[in-house]
């Protein structure tokens, strides 16, 4: 499962570092969407930081989208 990740993250040109494949694996196992804060919540011992840039690269290089809150 972890190399299918690695593979799916290079081909999106995306380095897979050890926490965008926690990231993404926990992504990929939900049905809905997540807010930020309960992706934090999730990695409660990860820097807050890492999490954002990493949802971010994530949607930069369209392995997910972001959903804007009115």
Do not use: C, W
Not at 34 to 55: C, G, P, Y
């Amino acid at each position: 499962m972890k190399k299918d990740i690695e593979n799916k993250l290079i081909h999106k040109n995306t380095k897979p570092t050890s926490m965008r494949i926690l990231i993404y694996d926990f992504l990929s196992s939900r049905e809905a969407a997540l807010s930020l804060s309960e992706i934090e919540n999730h990695f409660e011992k990860a820097d807050r930081t890492i999490i954002f840039r990493t949802l971010k690269t994530f949607e930069e290089k369209g392995i997910v989208h972001g959903i804007q809150k009115l």
